[in-house]
């Protein structure tokens, strides 16, 4: 049955992520500081920086509810330049997603589930072997501002709530608080041949 072999499918990929987690990976100095986590942590930087430094004209420009289209329009454009600049992939992620194009590859599950919840500044940065890539998570934290559009919905402004109703039905990512783990940015990156 399709269904079933969608779930074992599921599941295999769920435990391969778990055997991938190598004892000695996590804090391991030489993993932790080769030249590709070192590329990888660069570009999530520039990453990051590029989508705040949007996001903070979009809201002083457009308010939070126009913010939010710019959001929509320029994340996913933001990251595939910095990707082509990097040569490799990256993006965000989260456990509760807006948009769930920005949906987790299988191997970052098991991490987004353990991180789900938590203070950020508890969640530490995940360094996994891939086969021919090496992964690398860097945890997100949410910061004060974030609540704008992520905190409480009863705290929203009308017109942000009535944005995110039509352009994300399926939103997920409210009810943070600040300080809390709100998602990974995370780069896949190829090892030198
Ligand atoms: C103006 C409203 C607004 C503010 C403020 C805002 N976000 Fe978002 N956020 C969005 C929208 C809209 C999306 C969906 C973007 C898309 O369609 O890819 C999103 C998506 C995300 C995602 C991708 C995962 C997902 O849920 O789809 C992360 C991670 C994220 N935001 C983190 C943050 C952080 C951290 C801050 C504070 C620095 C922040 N956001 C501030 C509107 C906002």
Not at 6 to 26: D, K, N
Not at 28 to 54: G, H, I, N
Not at 114 to 138: K, N, P
Request: a positive charge; charged letters at 25%; one cysteine or more.
């Amino acid at each position: 049955m399709k269904g079933n072999r969608w779930l074992r499918s599921t599941v295999g990929l769920f435990v391969l992520a778990l055997l991938w987690e190598i004892p000695g990976a996590y804090g391991d100095e030489a993993v932790q500081t080769s030249p590709a986590v070192r590329r990888a942590e660069q570009a999530m930087e520039a990453l990051q920086q590029r989508l705040q430094a949007r996001l903070r004209t979009a809201l002083e420009e457009k308010g939070p509810a126009g913010a939010v289209s710019v959001c929509r329009m320029e994340a996913k454009e933001l990251a595939r330049a910095v990707s082509n600049e990097a040569g490799f992939e990256l993006g965000r992620t989260s456990h509760k997603l807006r948009n769930p194009a920005n949906a987790p590859r299988a191997w970052v599950i098991p991490y987004l589930e353990r991180a789900a919840g938590q203070s950020a500044s508890s969640v530490r940065q995940v360094v996994v072997d891939l086969g021919d890539r090496i992964g690398v998570l860097r945890p997100i934290a949410t910061a004060g501002p974030c609540l704008i559009c992520h905190g409480a919905p009863e705290s929203f402004d009308p017109a942000l709530r009535d944005e995110l109703a039509k352009l994300y039905p399926a939103d997920r990512a409210t009810g943070f608080r600040e300080g809390e783990f709100r998602g990974f940015f995370w780069a896949e990156v190829p090892k030198p041949k």
